[in-house]
T-cell receptor, first 113, second 115 residues
Framework: NAGVMQNPRHLVRRRGQEARLRCSPMKGHSHVYWYRQLPEEGLKFMVYLQKENIIDESGMPKERFSAEFPKEGPSILRIQQVVRGDSAAYFC???????????FGPGTRLTVL | AQSVTQLDSQVPVFEEAPVELRCNYSSSVSVYLFWYVQYPNQGLQLLLKYLSGSTLVKSINGFEAEFNKSQTSFHLRKPSVHISDTAEYFCAVRPLPGNTGKLIFGQGTTLQVKP
């Protein structure tokens, strides 16, 4: 029973490039959450998605960031024109229902040069 | 709005000593409460949670936490720590009701267990 999968685990981008982070939820889970962990800080909620729908994006930066969770395939967090301040660990979590426990993936550590 | 405060950023303790990691929250609505543990370069693992019922909840590895509604606290305790407990510990709340399951995390507490 595989847990939440994220890839890549480490991603290096130069300023101005695009970063695409992938998250495959646990089998049977249709609720996906993305969080960002900046150095020396706790996790901050970014976005909550169900299949093909964004439910809550109150934590997403207004520009350059987008997320999707298509009917087939993993959830994608996309960061366009990355800047050094985007360097962080990005964690994905999934749950079976809205009220279930969220299970976290190992994270993607993004470094922007 | 909700917020979570973990009062200690680092807690050094000797092996086999007791430990308490403090967590206070602020919320105008009811919340669920969680403790997650993060080992170096890994994701978060659920340690224990309080949803309803008994205010004292326990994990399988000896940790326990008590929900205190009047003090809006959910402190984590262990009577005797091991070297392997060295990790980052995060307290989190999930507000109710609502159509979003987002978790609001504290800043984290680094538990350093020394031999």
């Amino acid at each position: 029973n595989a847990g939440v999968m994220q890839n890549p685990r480490h991603l290096v981008r130069r300023r101005g490039q695009e970063a695409r982070l992938r998250c495959s939820p646990m089998k049977g889970h249709s609720h996906v959450y993305w969080y960002r962990q900046l150095p020396e800080e706790g996790l901050k909620f970014m976005v909550y998605l169900q299949k093909e729908n964004i439910i809550d994006e109150s934590g997403m930066p207004k520009e350059r960031f987008s997320a999707e969770f298509p009917k087939e395939g993993p959830s994608i967090l996309r960061i366009q024109q990355v800047v050094r301040g985007d360097s962080a660990a990005y964690f994905c979590a999934s749950s079976g229902t809205l009220t279930d426990t969220q299970y976290f993936g190992p994270g993607t550590r993004l470094t922007v040069l | 709005a909700q917020s979570v405060t973990q009062l200690d950023s680092q807690v050094p303790v000797f092996e086999e000593a007791p430990v308490e990691l403090r967590c206070n929250y602020s919320s105008s609505v009811s919340v669920y409460l969680f403790w997650y543990v993060q080992y170096p370069n890994q994701g978060l693992q659920l340690l224990l949670k309080y949803l309803s019922g008994s205010t004292l909840v326990k994990s399988i590895n000896g940790f326990e936490a008590e929900f205190n509604k009047s003090q809006t606290s959910f402190h984590l305790r262990k009577p005797s720590v091991h070297i392997s407990d060295t990790a980052e510990y995060f307290c989190a709340v999930r507000p109710l009701p609502g159509n979003t399951g987002k978790l609001i995390f504290g800043q984290g507490t680094t538990l350093q267990v020394k031999p």
